[in-house]
């Protein structure tokens, strides 16, 4: 729009070329654009896109700033996963070393319950050590009257059940308290080498109970060797020293002896069945062959005394309803171990000793 204080073209007084600056060469009027044209050449007189000077530098900062905030960001989250990471050790390392031992309230009675189940081996959950450690708690807690042992076990290690056997006899005589077992599925060879501690036994009428016999098992290879032409290059220092080798072949002396060692064990399993037992046992020609029985008959032979679970015993027998739990149990970072190797590293090792285990 013209101003309207500014002589124009209305004027006739007005005359250009007395105007300030004025070249004849130039023409009155701009040349008419294209809007293309007149875009770019805005674009190209303008100092960025928003009319605002210095846009690189902000826009250089913006990109600076922008960085140091993600490493920022990037080393709190290592920060928070390495610290993460160091509680979660440190938490699976109190819990090694923790063996959860029930805090329970001395005035409170109750029934102290400790299961032994599965294999009876050293390491194991079944294990002396334990076991024993549970037992004793149990029969130092002033609140229990009476100590259970909740079975369910095929046997393992005669030794590591005559030293629960002795334990769970020297703890009834030093506190006088009573000890029951409870059998659930089965309570067979050293497992039942336990359970004859017990002033009384009670199982299911379909559990498995006995097997009172002792075994050594091994392999062979040697016929199988001598087919493939595979010689076996043992040295020892000392006759019987390779005893049991299983890529040796066994002479009639060394079967002898192994057989006479089996035979005295398994009359200490007799004597430590008839001493736990006593009148109660109604003895039978098979009864220490090795067989088993259902528990309705181990009850007629006098292996077991009634029929009954563990509330029944603690309900009508202790007449202490309240069970509290006292068993030693593998931890998380020991469960953890075993998963990840440690069992399978135990059992390729047991699996290639010279002398096999007796169950």
Same mark, same amino acid.
């Given at each position: 729009?013209?101003?309207?204080?500014?002589?124009?073209?209305?004027?006739?007084?007005?005359?250009?070329?007395?105007?300030?600056?004025?070249?004849?060469?130039?023409?009155?009027?701009?040349?008419?654009?294209?809007?293309?044209?007149?875009?770019?050449?805005?674009?190209?007189?303008?100092?960025?896109?928003?009319?605002?000077?210095?846009?690189?530098?902000?826009?250089?900062?913006?990109?600076?700033?922008?960085?140091?905030?993600?490493?920022?960001?990037?080393?709190?989250?290592?920060?928070?996963?390495?610290?993460?990471?160091?509680?979660?050790?440190?938490?699976?390392?109190?819990?090694?070393?923790?063996?959860?031992?029930?805090?329970?309230?001395?005035?409170? !009675?109750?029934? /102290? +319950?400790? =299961?032994?189940?599965?294999?009876? *081996?050293?390491?194991?959950? $079944?294990?002396?050590?334990?076991?024993?450690?549970?037992?004793?708690?149990?029969?130092?807690?002033?609140?229990?009257?009476?100590?259970?042992?909740?079975?369910?076990?095929?046997?393992?290690?005669?030794?590591?059940?005559?030293?629960?056997?002795?334990?769970?006899?020297?703890?009834?005589?030093?506190?006088?308290? !009573?000890?029951? /077992? +409870?059998? =659930?599925?089965?309570?067979?060879? *050293?497992?039942?080498?336990? $359970?004859?501690?017990?002033?009384?036994?009670?199982?299911?009428?379909?559990?498995?109970?006995?097997?009172?016999?002792?075994?050594?098992?091994?392999?062979?290879?040697?016929?199988?060797?001598?087919?493939?032409?595979?010689?076996?290059?043992?040295?020892?220092?000392?006759?019987?020293?390779?005893?049991?080798?299983?890529?040796?072949?066994?002479?009639?002396?060394?079967?002898?002896?192994?057989?006479?060692?089996?035979?005295?064990?398994?009359?200490?399993?007799?004597?430590?069945?008839?001493?736990?037992?006593?009148?109660?046992?109604?003895?039978?020609p098979e009864m220490?062959?090795?067989?088993?029985?259902?528990?309705?008959?181990?009850?007629?032979?006098?292996?077991?005394?009634?029929?009954?679970?563990?509330?029944?015993?603690?309900?009508?027998v202790i007449k202490?309803?309240?069970?509290?739990?006292?068993?030693?149990?593998?931890?998380?970072?020991?469960?953890l171990a075993k998963?990840?190797?440690?069992?399978?590293?135990?059992?390729?090792?047991?699996?290639?000793?010279?002398?096999?285990?007796?169950?």
């Amino acid at each position: 729009m013209n101003d309207t204080n500014r002589p124009g073209n209305s004027d006739p007084s007005f005359d250009p070329s007395r105007e300030p600056g004025f070249s004849p060469d130039q023409p009155k009027f701009p040349a008419p654009q294209s809007k293309e044209g007149a875009e770019l050449a805005g674009k190209h007189v303008a100092p960025d896109a928003s009319g605002v000077p210095g846009w690189e530098r902000a826009t250089l900062e913006k990109l600076v700033f922008a960085t140091l905030n993600e490493q920022r960001a990037t080393r709190r989250w290592k920060t928070f996963v390495r610290l993460s990471w160091l509680l979660f050790f440190v938490i699976l390392l109190w819990m090694a070393l923790q063996r959860g031992t029930p805090v329970t309230d001395a005035s409170v !009675p109750h029934t /102290a +319950v400790i =299961e032994i189940k599965g294999e009876i *081996a050293q390491g194991a959950d $079944a294990s002396a050590e334990f076991v024993n450690a549970a037992l004793r708690s149990a029969f130092e807690d002033e609140g229990s009257k009476a100590i259970v042992l909740l079975i369910n076990s095929p046997g393992g290690s005669p030794v590591q059940a005559g030293m629960m056997n002795d334990e769970i006899l020297r703890l009834k005589a030093k506190h006088k308290k !009573p000890v029951y /077992a +409870v059998v =659930e599925e089965s309570c067979a060879s *050293a497992a039942y080498y336990i $359970a004859v501690s017990a002033d009384q036994i009670f199982v299911d009428k379909a559990s498995i109970v006995g097997s009172i016999g002792v075994l050594m098992d091994s392999f062979g290879f040697t016929g199988l060797m001598d087919k493939l032409g595979v010689e076996r290059r043992l040295l020892t220092a000392g006759e019987n020293k390779g005893f049991l080798d299983p890529f040796s072949a066994q002479s009639d002396k060394q079967r002898a002896f192994a057989q006479s060692m089996l035979d005295q064990i398994h009359q200490q399993f007799i004597a430590v069945v008839k001493k736990g037992r006593g009148s109660r046992l109604k003895e039978t020609p098979e009864m220490f062959t090795g067989l088993f029985w259902n528990g309705q008959q181990a009850v007629e032979l006098g292996l077991a005394d009634h029929l009954g679970n563990l509330d029944y015993v603690a309900r009508e027998v202790i007449k202490v309803e309240e069970i509290i739990d006292y068993t030693r149990r593998d931890n998380v970072a020991e469960r953890l171990a075993k998963k990840f190797g440690a069992a399978l590293g135990e059992g390729a090792m047991k699996a290639f000793q010279a002398i096999p285990a007796l169950r």
